[in-house]
């Protein structure tokens, strides 16, 4: 007689997760992160649009643009660690100082013109590269192609503009980094993430 064969043994059924309960922290996480940046981009707009508008103020077209250019700064450091958000911060900083020179220096002698335009963000994109932050030349290029537009749509005192430009993006680069670190302590309080453990492998028991 053919001696029967051992049966394999079956792993056991894992029990489901509830998605409900194990999602829940990174869903807290999120929406703690969502709302740090949207208070921090009202901050910022507030601080740019009512504190330096009774500093020094062209109009209030002017400062609804510095508002924006602010926020758009905040948006642009906030990350989901200090160490990034610094590092954005620099990045968003170096870009506008050098946009902010080249511009600064052609406003105050000429107007605007398209082939100023093309030839300023061209300048800028190089600037940083030269200074060996190439990573730096599309914000360096869109910091002055918004600053010389700006300048067409506003001639008069269009000097000012890369200085009004680079006071918002001061703003909202403190702003930015001061949200970081908010955001890092506010995680303390919050259900640590649940790490995902690696499914065990059953092992088959071979007849022998």
């Known amino acids: 007689m053919t001696p029967a064969s051992s049966p394999v043994a079956q792993p056991a059924p894992e029990r489901p997760v509830r998605p409900s309960s194990a999602g829940w922290p990174r869903v807290s ?17 507030w601080l740019a649009t009512h504190l330096l508008s009774r500093v020094h103020s062209v109009g209030r077209d002017d400062d609804l643009l510095g508002g924006m250019w602010a926020v758009i700064a905040t948006i642009f450091v906030l990350r989901n660690s200090f160490a990034k958000s610094v590092a954005a911060a620099v990045s968003r900083t170096s870009a506008t100082l050098a946009s902010f020179v080249l511009c600064l220096v052609y406003l105050a002698f000429l107007p605007f013109h398209a082939w100023a335009l093309a030839l300023l963000v061209g300048a800028s994109a190089l600037a940083v590269t030269l200074l060996g932050r190439p990573g730096d030349a599309v914000t360096a290029g869109i910091t002055t192609a918004v600053i010389i537009v700006v300048a067409a749509v506003s001639p008069h005192d269009a000097w000012q503009q890369p200085i009004l430009r680079l006071a918002d993006t001061v703003v909202g680069v403190a702003v930015g980094a001061a949200a970081a670190w908010a955001d890092i302590r506010l995680r303390r309080f919050l259900p640590a993430l649940p790490v995902s453990a690696a499914p065990a492998k059953a092992k088959a028991e071979l007849p022998e």
């Open 29 to 45: 996480a999120a929406v703690a992160e969502c709302v740090v940046l949207a208070v921090a981009c009202l901050v910022t707009y």
